[in-house]
Nanobody, 112 residues
Framework: QVQLVESGGRLVQPGGSLTLSCQAS????????MSWYRQAPGHQREWIGT????????NYADSVKGRFTISRDNAKNIAYLQMSSLKSEDTAVYYC?????WGQGTQVTVSS
């Protein structure tokens, strides 16, 4: 069973940029859609976006469209979430997922 590990979360100032990574444990990663979600304190988990196995098509939530970009490198079994123009409301734990498998999450805090 594939395992997913997110990394890259940290404290960042409003307006800043950050890239998160999602490392998969095996090559089945490249055969599946890959999604990012986030969960802020006191809120339900929110879908951010999904990319197809080749990365040819990606859909985003309206709340992040134009600011966030999902990409993947199937040769390395890794996906990325590039975030820019970050706002305080982007503060959350960010998760990557494929099918029913979730990573442990990585904390992003946007604050001055």
């Amino acid at each position: 069973q594939v395992q997913l590990v997110e990394s890259g979360g940290r404290l960042v100032q409003p307006g800043g940029s950050l890239t998160l990574s999602c490392q998969a444990s095996d090559s089945s990663f490249g055969t599946l859609n890959m999604s990012w979600y986030r969960q802020a304190p006191g809120h339900q988990r929110e879908w951010i976006g999904t990319t197809t196995p080749t990365g040819a098509y990606t859909n985003y939530a309206d709340s992040v469209k134009g600011r966030f970009t999902i990409s993947r490198d199937n040769a390395k079994n890794i996906a990325y979430l590039q975030m820019s123009s970050l706002k305080s409301e982007d503060t959350a734990v960010y998760y990557c997922t494929q099918t029913s498998i979730w990573g442990q999450g990585t904390q992003v805090t946007v604050s001055s």
